[in-house]
């Protein structure tokens, strides 16, 4: 199985493709899938959402009308759905087991899609390169258990978010723990990288372990970094998110 990464926008798509048949994973347009499906001359079986903000959304009606494709997505959502997929869901494709994680904070409806043999995670707008997203649920607790339950996946688990925003995150990153060589070789490496076109994903998780600060809100060193060094890791996030949205 390939897996195609679209940038629209700000936003990624990503097209998972075998042989002749394929899945996209929240279109936000769909142009840029209908070519892409073209220049593979392939068709699309299935749609899979992760949240329903318009941006991840904005492709599913056309798709759907020029495919014939199934809609899946978590329940709760405006989008009409072919299947409704919750926790434990499994979902077959190219012979591989895509296995739906209940990830609730960013929105209340967020899933992430695993495929473990492949060592594929697709979070949309729940953990980000160097970044997670912002809490539309104002429950920093539910976003801080579903990264926590995401870290700890297989290091070498190779993670897709759903936006370009890897910079701006690494950037933030390295202001708040400037002493960090593991953030700033990444960041580095990422400038290095953006003269020769747009980056793109994926990161693994061993990497986002060692260099995203949502991700490490249980260590000393964020601790420090947010003057709370007794602070609980939930307390951590949240001054760590509020920050973030003032950066």
């Known amino acids: ?74 329940a709760g959502g405006p989008i009409p759905l072919d299947e409704e997929v919750s926790e434990s869901r499994t979902i077959t494709f190219a012979g591989l087991s895509i296995s739906v994680f209940s990830v609730p904070g960013h929105t209340s409806h967020d899933v992430a899609y695993y495929v473990p043999q492949a060592k594929l995670l697709f979070t949309g707008d729940t953990l980000f390169a160097g970044g997670c997203g912002r809490l539309f649920t104002n429950d920093p607790e539910r976003l801080w258990s579903s990264l926590s339950r995401l ?15 890897a910079r701006d995150n690494l950037e933030f990153a390295a202001a708040l723990e400037p002493e960090n060589t593991a953030i700033r070789q990444r960041l580095n490496g990422l400038i290095k990288r953006e003269r020769m076109g747009p980056p793109h994903p994926p990161s693994t998780l061993a990497e986002e372990c060692k260099t995203n600060p949502f991700l490490r809100c249980d260590s000393p060193e964020v601790r420090v970094a947010v003057n709370l060094p007794e602070g609980s890791a939930v307390a951590v996030f949240a001054e760590l998110r509020r920050r973030k949205d003032h950066w």
Request: hydrophobic letters at 35%; a negative charge; charged letters at 20%.
């Open 1 to 74: 199985m390939e897996v195609e990464t679209l940038l629209h926008g700000d936003n990624y798509i990503y097209l998972l493709i075998d042989g002749d048949e394929a899945v996209v994973v929240d279109p936000g347009a769909a142009p840029p899938v209908l070519e892409a499906l073209d220049q593979h001359r392939a068709s699309l079986k299935l749609i899979l959402l992760t949240h329903y903000h318009g941006d991840h959304t904005g492709g599913c009606i056309p798709l759907k009308q020029a495919s014939r494709c199934r809609v899946l997505g978590s």
């Open 151 to 165: 870290r700890a996946l297989p290091g070498d688990t190779r993670v897709y978010g759903g936006h370009d925003y």
